[in-house]
Structures are given as C-alpha cells and as structure tokens.
C-alpha cells in the first residue's frame, strides 16, 4: 500500500512538474511579448525625440555678427491657440504650438484650471499654476517644463539646440525706450567687437523688480557680447538684453525637457 501512495505521489509530482514547466514557459513566452513590445514602445519614443532634436536644430542659425538664433518658427495659429483655452497669452500659446503642433485642447483646459484656478473669465492667475498646468499637459507627450535660475549654460545649451527658453520678466518702459534704440544702434554695428565696446556704456546698471511681470521668449545669445534676444516685452521689435540686465529683469525661466 505505502508503495501504490508512493507511486501516486510521484505521479502527481510528474504531473505538478508538467504543469510548472509549462507555467514558467508561459511566464517567459509572456515576459518576451511584453519586453519586445516595451522595447518597440522604448524605441518609438527614442526616434520621436531624436526626430524632434533633428528638427529643432534646424531653426537655428548663426550670422556673421555671432548671433545664435532660432529663425524658423513653424506656422502657429495663435491667435486660434488662444480662443480655445482660457488663460494662454500670445507667447505662451507660440510657445507650446513651437514644441508641439497636436494640441488636445480638452485636455490642456482642464489641466490649466485644475492648476492656475482660472475661470472662463479670469483676468489673474498665479503664475506657477499655469507653468504648472502646462507642464502636466506636455508629460502626456514625454515632455516637461523645468523652472531654472539664470546661467550662460542653461540657457545657451538648450538656444544652440533650438529650443525656445519662456521667461517672466518684471515690467518696466525701458523695454520700449532704452531698450529699443539700443536694439536699432545695434544693427548698425560692423563687428561683435565694436559692438561690445559701445554696448558697455550703455548697459542698465539697476532694473528693479515691479510687482507685476510680463512674459518674454528668449531665442538667441552672442557669446562675444553675453547678450540675449528676447521677444514679447517691447511691442514693436525683439530686444538684446546683457546677462547681467537679464538677470535683473528676470523673475522665472522654464526650459523645456524632452
């Protein structure tokens, strides 16, 4: 009898053995599928990044002067960008069609009340709210906003690989006065050299920081001169800021991750 029960219990093992084997070779066969279709997945990803890297590189160029800058914005309606969310301004809105030209809008309004607070009608929102909103908004397309301080290696990195830098900068008139002619003076500079002495003289020893801000895209640098260009502030031209007036007029910069 105790050999008939052994002869059941190492039948039975066959048979769990039978059945473990082929488990596991579920398990691998299994395993296998998802790590080629994660690996697809790994790689789709890494080409759409690398094709986005290619085709931002494309929009910068560098003159003569030494100027580095992004001269090709792709065709945005902004003005379309902005009647279908709430609380985007003009650069804002350029901004985000420059980094993505699919924008669910559905998704981005609800993300941008979630985190500003902003109603239908809303006049003010707090800022970090809405980079926030933004920033959840690009994660669904394996991007992201990062809130950066101001160096030459931040911002000039990510303007040699053609990507846009959206700032807030306080107000002031300069933008419009001081700011303006030097930008005119400027063209008519034969050299970076030349330029960088007359520029020196010129330069704005203080800006004070004002309560209210306004947004700006930074889209250039010299590093001849440490001047950056900027869009948004002036109303009528883009303006070269030195690092040091930069410095002083910024109160946030957000670099895109990708």
């Known amino acids: 009898m105790g050999k008939i029960s052994y002869s059941l219990f190492g ?10 084997i082929l488990s596991i070779a579920v398990c691998i066969l299994f395993s296998q599928v998802f790590a080629t279709a994660y690996a697809d997945d ?5 080409s759409e990044k690398a ?9 910068v ?15 945005s309606k902004v003005e379309e960008i902005q009647s279908k969310t709430r609380v985007l301004n003009p650069l804002t809105a350029m901004f985000l069609a420059y980094v993505t030209d699919d924008i669910d809008y559905e998704r981005l309004n609800k993300l941008m009340a979630k985190f500003s607070g902003a109603k ?14 933004i920033n959840r908004y690009l994660a669904h397309k394996s ?3 990062s809130k950066v301080n101001f160096s030459a290696v931040n911002f000039r990195q990510r303007l040699e690989d053609g990507v846009p830098i959206l700032c807030w900068v306080t107000t002031g008139p300069f933008y419009d006065a001081e700011l303006t002619d030097r930008f005119k003076e400027r063209q008519k500079a034969n050299s970076a050299e030349e330029w960088e002495r007359a520029l020196r003289k ?14 700006a895209l930074c889209i250039g640098f010299n590093p001849d001169t440490d001047e950056y260009l900027l869009i948004g502030p002036a109303r009528a031209n883009p303006i070269w800021m030195t690092d040091k007036e930069l410095k002083g007029a910024l109160t946030g910069a957000y670099i895109l991750r990708y």
């Open 120 to 133: 239908q009608n809303s006049k003010s929102f707090p800022i970090a709210g809405l980079m926030e909103g």
């Open 11 to 20: 039948e039975e093992r066959c048979i769990m053995n039978k059945y473990n």
């Open 51 to 59: 094709k986005l890297r290619r085709e931002f590189k494309t929009r």
């Open 143 to 145: 991007m992201g906003l």
């Open 61 to 75: 160029e560098k003159n003569d002067f030494g100027d580095v800058r992004i001269v090709k914005f792709p065709e």
């Open 42 to 46: 790994a790689d789709k990803d890494m």
């Open 202 to 215: 010129t330069e704005l020893k203080k800006i004070a920081k004002k309560r209210l801000v306004t947004t």
